[in-house]
Structures are given as structure tokens and as C-alpha cells.
């Protein structure tokens, strides 16, 4: 199957930074990238769905303020956590999609803010 | 309301036998649905897609079902072991238009040897 590459596989940051999660996808161009959040024993919660050249699409409650997405190029979605605090540690996974294909997710992120 | 669940968190079947997987959803008509393996701290692995004009679809060991009028999908895995012992997720595609994916909570699947 197609090859979704994202990191860091984990990262540890100090409250109030920034921390900046990468998604690419290695062998086809996705049309469009997801961004996922999943808490222990929960399942994958929406967050946002970006499209090539244009803004993010964010699901109610979360805040796009905090929760920049950038999705550059055909291949490239990035993910920021701005100010983040210890309650937005959990992780993150993305997701492409070429069409109407399945899904092909990253390895995911681990977020922990002390 | 909008809904996708499978029956149980946790599935524990010794070696050898057959794992049944069921999800179900209500107020959705998806074109086609998807199932997932997802291990401990790592990303949903793809595994089988069936549309709705098909009644089951086969991979190697694993059968998935997909019956639109009991909206119910099952999802097997025969001769299991131990390896199989995973998160099993089914998702949808609400529009069927390449959207995202809404996921179950997942049956977390034990296999003892």
C-alpha cells in the first residue's frame, strides 16, 4: 500500500511552546489530508481536513488558532500546535487520501507538554 | 444521531479458532466501508475495503461482510494467532466523495497461543 510518512514519532515540549508535526506522502499526491487526535482507548477523533493550496477545514470545538495547518504542496501537510499546554497532549495522526481511495494513515505522534 | 459502534471493546479466542469482528451503524448509507488494524502507539494500518454492491470480500485469512439492510458489517479473521492481536477499527465515508473517515472505537483483539 501507499506510504504516509509523519514526525516526529514523539516529541516532549515545555508549556507554552510551539511544536510543528509533519505528514508527507511518499509515493502518490493526496488530495486531501486529515488530522486525527486519539485518546487512550478512544477512537480516532476528526480534527481537521486540509486540501492542497487552500484553508483547513476544522470540526466544531476545535481551534484552528491553535491548531494551524498548512497543507503546501500535493505531498506535504503540516500540523502546529501553538502555546501548547499539557491538555493537548495526546496523538496525532494524519491521513491521505487520493480520491475516493482508502486511507493511509501515519505512524502518529506522541505530544507530551510538561 | 450519527453512529458507528462495534460490540465490544475486547475480544479474547485462543489460537487456531476464528475472530468476529461486528460493526454497526445507524443513520448512514455509505457507499462502501473500511477496516483497520491499529497496534499500540502506532497509526491505523488499512486492511480491507467493501462496497455496498458487495456481499463479502476476501484477504488472505481475513472475510469481511457488508450487509446495507441490517447496516452491520463482520469482519473475520480465521486460523488467528497470536500475531493477529491488534485494535480492529471499522471506519465509513459518510458522502462516499473521499471525505474523512469516521472510525469506531475499535474491539481490541486478544490471541493467546
Known amino acids: 500500500g501507499a506510504v504516509v510518512s509523519q514526525h516526529p514519532s514523539w516529541v516532549i515540549c515545555k508549556s507554552g511552546t510551539s511544536v510543528k508535526i509533519e505528514c508527507r506522502s511518499l509515493d502518490f499526491q493526496a488530495t486531501t489530508m486529515f488530522w486525527y487526535r486519539q485518546f487512550p482507548k478512544q477512537s480516532l477523533m476528526l480534527m481537521a481536513t486540509s486540501n492542497e493550496g487552500s484553508k483547513a477545514t476544522y470540526e466544531q470545538g476545535v481551534e484552528k488558532d491553535k491548531f494551524l495547518i498548512n497543507h503546501a504542496s500535493l505531498t506535504l501537510s503540516t500540523l502546529t500546535v501553538t502555546s501548547a499546554h499539557p491538555e493537548d497532549s495526546s496523538f496525532y495522526i494524519c491521513?491521505?487520501?487520493?480520491?475516493?481511495?482508502?486511507?493511509?494513515f501515519g505512524q502518529g505522534t506522541r505530544l507530551t507538554v510538561v | 444521531s450519527q453512529k458507528i459502534e462495534q460490540n465490544s471493546e475486547a475480544l479474547n479466542i485462543q489460537e487456531g479458532k476464528t475472530a468476529t469482528l461486528t460493526c454497526n451503524y445507524t443513520?448512514?448509507?455509505?457507499?462502501?466501508l473500511q477496516w483497520y488494524r491499529q497496534d499500540p502507539g502506532r497509526g491505523p494500518v488499512f486492511l480491507l475495503l467493501i462496497r455496498e454492491n458487495e456481499k463479502e470480500k476476501r484477504k488472505e485469512r481475513l472475510k469481511v461482510t457488508f450487509d446495507t439492510t441490517l447496516k452491520q458489517s463482520l469482519f473475520h479473521i480465521t486460523a488467528s494467532q497470536p500475531a493477529d492481536s491488534a485494535t480492529y477499527l471499522c471506519?465509513?465515508?459518510?458522502?462516499?466523495?473521499?471525505?474523512?473517515?469516521?472510525f469506531g472505537k475499535g474491539t481490541t483483539l486478544s490471541v493467546s497461543s
Open positions: 443513520n448512514y448509507s455509505p457507499a462502501y
Open positions: 471506519a465509513l465515508d459518510p458522502s462516499g466523495a473521499g471525505t474523512a473517515l469516521i
Open positions: 491521513s491521505a487520501r487520493q480520491g475516493r481511495a482508502e486511507a493511509f
